[in-house]
């Protein structure tokens, strides 16, 4: 784990002043503080994340319709946003990081995916700008040399794959193959599953990453079936439901051995886009998932908004990103990326509870320290810009082909 000081002091008033100076996207004008926040985002509204962009994007207008009925930010309204693109693809997600950083914003939320905010975390920080995502979930951001400036709510795999492999076990399975998309999010989350299987006695009989451009996948999915495990997990985004059909051929899905996914494949769309004329071949399938319909209010008051919604998947964590960076500028009396960053960490935890800007800004105001709870849960940052812990779904399609939760455990982290 990062130590603090990495968090505080890394860029000091005089780096700051010169980034504004010397801003190399444009965004100086954000470093400075105008008196406004700013927003931007990357996220996904078309590619493979195509399914996860509504219930961030909604859940982010959400927040901020909140914290503008709150009084503001500073006693000025939060602007409308300023978006891109992720796309799926590093290249576009960069382009449109570039744009959003150009428009001047203090922070931007996203991207989706764990590799898309790889290919502008650098881009981000390094204008002194907060990136806060709800849904990155590698374990690579967690040691991550972002400046202080880089924030997620959606927790590490590292607590996420303890209760996949926990879910396996608990359904009586001992040998367990494992396939995961070739990129930090798939390599993370297997590292996490593979370890927590075999710290509690199972057999990982293949622990194998593919290439997400491949046409097919039959190669990986019979050298899963050589193995003979009697469960099987997919780690993967919209891919995976290739894979998924593959399996199925092979003799080896949801009706003859343990399928098991993780939150790139948690959608009520799956068993229709794997089997449109029956999607009960999924049935019995299950997974593991950032929590994200666990607290009913929020989901009616979301759903009430943005009646079209279909997923919710990240909506609260995205929900309590555009929180959380209010009310740190609140406690800095500043829209200064450079010095609300500082107390990003601090308004989520050790201090007096509180889940709503309105509620919590007014607390701020009184001079108290606040401890934000999130509509995700506890948020609780360690050092890193981190929840240490999470809260885990676990899913599953009923005969039906229907979503369906099963439970919500806690996963901590170690601190």
């Avoid at 961030?56 to 409308?80: C, D, R, S, T």
């Avoid at 990240?314 to 010095?339: H, N, Y």
């Amino acid at each position: 784990m990062r130590t603090s000081i990495r968090r505080s002091t890394i860029f000091t008033s005089a780096a700051v002043l010169l980034l504004a100076a010397c801003g190399s996207s444009g965004s100086a004008e954000s470093s400075d503080g105008d008196g406004q926040l700013k927003l931007g985002y990357v996220l996904p509204e078309t590619g493979q994340l195509a399914f996860l962009g509504p219930p961030q994007i909604e859940a982010m207008k959400f927040a901020i319709a909140g914290v503008n009925a709150g009084g503001g930010v500073l006693g000025k309204p939060i602007p409308a946003v300023v978006g891109g693109d992720e796309a799926g693809q590093e290249a576009v997600a960069a382009q449109s990081a570039d744009r959003v950083l150009n428009a001047g914003v203090d922070a931007i939320i996203g991207a989706a995916a764990s590799g898309m905010s790889l290919a502008f975390i650098d881009r981000v920080t390094g204008d002194g700008v907060v990136q806060c995502s709800g849904s990155n979930t590698a374990p690579t951001f967690t040691d991550y040399d972002d400046g202080g400036f880089y924030f997620r709510t959606a927790p590490s795999d590292a607590l996420q794959g303890p209760i996949l492999a926990k879910t396996i076990q608990g359904d009586g399975h001992k040998r367990v193959a494992l396939m995961a998309r070739a990129d930090d999010y798939g390599k993370g989350l297997m590292e996490s599953t593979k370890k927590a299987l075999e710290d509690n006695g199972a057999t990982v009989t293949l622990a194998e990453t593919y290439d997400t451009k491949a046409t097919n996948y039959d190669q990986i999915v019979q050298k899963a079936k050589d193995s003979k495990p009697d469960a099987t997990v997919v780690i993967g985004f919209e891919e995976g439901t290739q894979i998924l059909q593959a399996m199925i051929e092979a003799g080896i899905g949801p009706q003859q051995i343990g399928v098991y996914g993780a939150d790139g494949l948690r959608s009520a769309e799956l068993p229709k886009l794997v089997s449109p004329a029956n999607p009960a071949v999924l049935a019995g399938m299950k997974g593991t998932a950032p929590a994200s319909a666990s607290n009913p209010q929020f989901v009616a008051q979301l759903k009430k908004f943005a009646p079209s919604l279909k997923e919710l998947q990240f909506a609260p964590q995205v929900f309590d990103c555009v929180t959380a960076i209010a009310l740190a500028a609140e406690q800095a009396k500043s829209d200064d990326p450079g010095e609300f960053s500082k107390e990003i960490v601090g308004v989520t935890k050790d201090g007096e509870k509180c889940n709503s800007f309105a509620a919590c800004k007014k607390l701020i105001a009184d001079g108290k320290d606040i401890d934000y709870d999130g509509v995700s849960g506890p948020l609780d940052f360690t050092d890193a810009g981190e929840p240490g812990q999470a809260t885990i779904e676990v899913y599953t399609y009923n005969a039906k082909g229907q979503l369906q939760t099963v439970s919500t455990q806690v996963s901590k982290g170690q601190e």
